[in-house]
Antibody
Framework: QVQLQESGPGLVKPSETLSLTCTVSGGSISSYYWSWIRQPPGKGLEWIGHISDSGSTSYNPSLKSRVTISVDASKNQFSLKLSSVTAADTAVYYC?????????????WGQGSLVTVSS | DIQMTQSPSSLSASVGDRVTITCRASQRISSYLSWYQQKPGKAPKVLIYAASSLQSGVPSRFSGSGFGTDFTLTISNLQSEDFATYYCQQSYSTPGTFGGGTKVEIK
């Protein structure tokens, strides 16, 4: 059974960089796309971006200037960095596995990591 | 970005009811749509992908239909464990956008 687990600081100061890592267990990171999706408290879901096992990335244009997603296949991990954060970036951040090219869906999700942006 | 509009935003229903949730895309997206169920404090769970394909392990009381711009998620014989928020998501173009959600509550 594939499992995903987010890890990283739960509190980030405004203007700093949010960093999260997702560890994949029970399966290989190869042959899939790996995504980050966030959900502000009480609100809907927003796709942030994804990375392939080979390292090709795609980002939400609304966040592209601040987002970097990277992969470390040797550790079965992928990571998210979001720079210059503000209170609007406070959210639960999920990592998820994307299945297939198009159409695609997300079949495995982490449990979510709440990140609060506050001084 | 493609806008996904769900209706209603919330509904009240009883166990045993048939529930229908609608998702409308701002442009045609073929069958590039999936449906997710989310319970409080939990990650979303995929129910339906490619508009009408049932994800493995999901009860058959869940079904999806639609093509182009208009899509429907139907829950027949609503069970207590189905009270949750449901989201649609298009994968036709980047960014893959989600609908605003439909909260299904107990009447």
């Amino acid at each position: 059974q594939v499992q995903l687990q987010e890890s990283g600081p739960g509190l980030v100061k405004p203007s700093e960089t949010l960093s999260l890592t997702c560890t994949v267990s029970g399966g290989s990171i190869s042959s899939y796309y790996w995504s980050w999706i966030r959900q502000p408290p009480g609100k809907g879901l927003e796709w942030i971006g994804h990375i392939s096992d080979s390292g090709s990335t795609s980002y939400n244009p609304s966040l592209k200037s601040r987002v970097t997603i990277s992969v470390d296949a040797s550790k079965n991990q992928f990571s998210l960095k979001l720079s210059s954060v503000t209170a609007a970036d406070t959210a639960v951040y999920y990592c998820a596995r994307r299945v297939s090219d198009f159409p695609y869906h997300f079949d495995y999700w982490g449990q979510g990591s709440l990140v609060t942006v506050s001084s | 970005d493609i806008q996904m509009t769900q209706s209603p935003s919330s509904l009240s229903a009883s166990v045993g009811d048939r529930v229908t949730i609608t998702c409308r895309a701002s442009q045609r997206i073929s069958s590039y749509l999936s449906w997710y169920q989310q319970k409080p404090g939990k990650a979303p769970k995929v129910l339906i992908y490619a508009a009408s394909s049932l994800q493995s392990g999901v009860p058959s009381r869940f079904s999806g239909s639609g093509f182009g711009t208009d899509f429907t998620l139907t829950i027949s014989n609503l069970q207590s464990e189905d009270f949750a928020t449901y989201y649609c998501q298009q994968s036709y173009s980047t960014p893959g956008t989600f609908g605003g959600g439909t909260k299904v509550e107990i009447k």
